[in-house]
């Protein structure tokens, strides 16, 4: 029967890539799949209605079920109307997989103001969108919830708005999980590090080979990565969304996982270092004394400039 039988998962953007992998991935595995997808470019807008249904076929001739949605999650209303499908069609509401996204790579000298609240619409606001109209009904029987964020979020040179609506992921999925935990709802992040999606555009190459060969500015963080792990196919990434919507990960919520060529990991929870403290509370004077806080910036360098 597979490890999904008689549960609904419902899948944003699940047209092409990662979404499609993961859709057929959950429905040979006895899941009833809402493919949702407007066909839209990576930069976004309207595009191809007919690639959720597409997938839909493909999951039904394999001896599935699934049903095509093509509203767009940038809306509360796109939201509901997702979430109303999977409970007008299947009934139930099990698993949430927010992989819906846009890019639009530029410096921040040049970014628009629709540039970043259009990244931010789609990439934050849209998991916030479903996760409201969809937690009451996963909170009925036990669920998961799993939100794709990005490497970027680590900090990605020439796209602020795409780093931010990614890192905001991971804040707004910590939040989730203690307010569901209780209720039986995990809720978990990942971090692909993946060109097997409709966002690896040109443009977006060229930031990464600037960063790396001009600037010498690792593109993970602080760690570079051989260019053969780079490679993450699609069904790699599907593998493990999956899994974090399976009991076999039940001991994981409000967690990061990465996930990059062969490699797949936790991410560390964020930590307070080199602390310092001040008895009666920080001053100017206290704070500009080396000999106080200079375990603060000792041994430490500007990674960006070498200084």
């Known amino acids: 029967m597979g490890h999904f039988a008689d549960k609904v998962v419902v899948i944003t953007g699940a047209g092409r890539g990662i979404g499609r992998d993961t859709a057929l991935l959950m429905a040979r ?19 191809d209605t007919s690639l959720a249904q597409q997938v839909v076929d493909e999951i039904v001739a394999a001896g ?10 940038s809306s509360m209303a796109g939201g509901r109307a997702v979430v109303e499908c999977a409970m ?7 698993f949430l997989i927010n992989n819906a996204g846009i890019i639009r790579p530029k410096r921040i000298t040049e970014m628009s103001e629709e540039d970043f609240d259009t990244v931010m619409a789609v990439n934050l606001k849209g998991y916030f969108a479903t996760i409201r109209a969809g937690a009451e009904y996963i909170k009925r029987q036990g669920g998961a919830i799993v939100n794709l964020s990005s490497p970027s979020g680590f900090g990605h040179l020439g796209m602020a708005n795409y780093s931010a609506s990614k890192e905001g992921v991971v804040g707004l999925t910590r939040s989730i999980a203690r307010e569901l935990g209780e209720f039986g709802v ?15 555009i040109p443009e977006v ?12 500015i690792p593109p993970l963080s602080n760690q570079w990565l051989l260019p053969h792990n780079l490679q993450t196919e699609a069904f790699s990434v599907a593998a493990v969304l999956a899994w974090l919507c399976s009991p076999l990960s039940e001991n994981i ?12 990991a936790l991410v560390q ?10 008895a009666g509370g920080w001053t100017w004077e206290g704070i500009c004394d080396p000999l106080v806080t200079g375990a603060l910036t000792y041994d430490v360098r500007n990674r960006y400039t070498g200084r």
């Open 253 to 264: 919520n409000g967690r990061e996982v990465f996930i990059c060529g062969a490699q797949v």
């Open 29 to 47: 595995e006895g899941a009833s799949v809402v493919v949702n997808d407007l066909g839209g470019g990576p930069k976004g807008g309207g595009g």
């Open 88 to 94: 007008d069609s299947f009934g139930r509401l099990d």
């Open 205 to 216: 190459m060229e930031t990464i080979g600037y960063q790396t060969q001009t600037l010498g």
């Open 64 to 73: 599935g079920k699934a049903v095509a949605e093509t509203s767009s999650v």
């Open 269 to 278: 929870e964020p930590e307070l270092i080199r602390n310092q403290f001040m």
């Open 186 to 200: 995990r809720c978990n992040a990942v971090r692909p590090m993946s060109q097997a999606t409709n966002m690896a």
